[in-house]
């Protein structure tokens, strides 16, 4: 286990995947200078779309924002909280922790994650059902 630091930022690697200006996620940690390991790489299955096409041609290296460590911090908590261990002010994770690897795929697909139609994805009605818009469902909801 690598123990880290606040001064060891966590960031994220965006690499071009495909031409139509995907770019996959991964989380670098740097590793201080004087250990062997270089930088810690983290693949995720998570996929960006890039708003630039250039950007999605060479890589790039984002820090995370509040947001990403908030919510990793949150679902660390949680985790701990399940396992009946309790929290305390410092936060020691195994980064080779699969529950935590698991944790960091959920941060990057809230921060980057592409969201793809359903279709193909659900099975289509039948017609016995009512068609419902979405402001009729909102008034059932309320």
Request: aromatic share 8%; proline share 4%.
């Amino acid at each position: 286990m690598i123990e880290l630091t606040a001064d060891i930022p966590f960031l994220w690697r965006l690499s071009a995947e495909s031409s139509e200006g995907y770019c996959s996620v991964a989380m670098v940690v740097p590793c201080p200078p004087e250990t062997e390991v270089k930088d810690l790489t983290i693949e995720t299955s998570v996929l960006s779309l890039s708003s630039d096409s250039s950007r999605s041609e060479k890589e790039e290296t984002l820090e995370w924002n509040q947001e990403d460590i908030s919510l990793f911090l949150k679902l660390v908590n949680q985790r701990q909280l399940a396992n009946n261990q309790l929290i305390s002010d410092t936060v020691r994770i195994d980064l080779t922790d699969p529950a935590i690897i698991e944790i960091i795929h959920i941060v990057a697909a809230a921060g980057f994650g592409v969201a793809f139609t359903s279709y193909g994805l659900l099975k289509e009605s039948n017609s016995l059902y009512p068609a419902f818009t979405a402001a009729k469902l909102v008034r059932l909801l309320h």
